[in-house]
């Protein structure tokens, strides 16, 4: 029933800007913590960012601080990835992935969008 389904993946330069979107359905996310993770070619799946579905609270990855910035829409059941002065790095699939307030496991995660940044 659960499901997240990300958009906004693309081929773009480096110093350009990306906004991805995730699509939440099926569930009341409003004591959800909503999160972004990538995984790299060869690597593995890395934290980008994190923000409570009903509040503000927010967490990033050193990697992209200042650069990354994470919003969510609630009227419109959707999470945002605004991702700023791209770096060749940047290049991952980037996935949604969803987990109740009260627990430490991501239990929900969307399809995964391809984001890559050339140089």
């Known amino acids: 029933q659960v499901q997240l389904v990300e958009s906004g993946g693309g081929l773009v330069q480096a110093v350009e800007s990306l906004k991805l979107s995730c699509a939440a359905s099926?569930?009341?996310?409003?004591?959800?913590?909503m999160g972004w993770f990538r995984q790299a070619s060869g690597k593995e799946r890395e934290f980008v960012a994190s923000i409570n579905w009903g509040g503000g609270i927010t967490l990033y990855a050193n990697s992209v601080k200042g650069r990354f910035a994470i919003s969510r829409d609630s009227a419109k059941n959707t999470a945002y990835l605004q991702m700023n002065s791209l770096k060749a790095e940047d290049t991952a699939v980037y996935y949604c992935?969803?987990?109740?307030?009260?627990?430490?496991?991501?239990?929900?995660w969307g399809q995964g969008t391809q984001v890559t940044v050339s140089s």
């Open positions: 992935a969803a987990r109740p307030i009260t627990s430490t496991t991501y239990d929900v």
């Open positions: 099926g569930r009341t996310y409003s004591t959800y913590r």
